[in-house]
């Protein structure tokens, strides 16, 4: 066989064997759901929610009424309101 056809039919190969690959990567992420990180905060909202849901529901509603200029009681706006609680 000649090296340049060798080169090829190698080169194919490769080609194709890397192209299977991105579709098995595809296939596993489009299926996967969302992430370990997305399901934590689904979760542990639940059991905030239900250790204290008066509690959860006001925070969750002041953090949603916080717009860009408005302040709460302590000054701060916006997330860090709610993050630094």
Sequence with gaps: MH???LYEMIRNE??????MAEHRRA?????RGPSL???AART???VAFAVEPEAVWRALWES???GGNVHNEAGVSGR?????R
């Excluded at 860090?80 to 630094?84: L, W």
């Design 37 to 39: 990180r997305a399901r």
């Design 80 to 84: 860090r309101a709610f993050r630094d």
């Design 14 to 19: 490769r080609s194709r064997d890397l192209a």
């Design 3 to 5: 090296p340049d056809a």
């Design 64 to 66: 949603l009424s916080v």
């Design 27 to 31: 296939a596993l992420l489009a299926n």
């Design 44 to 46: 542990l909202f639940r």
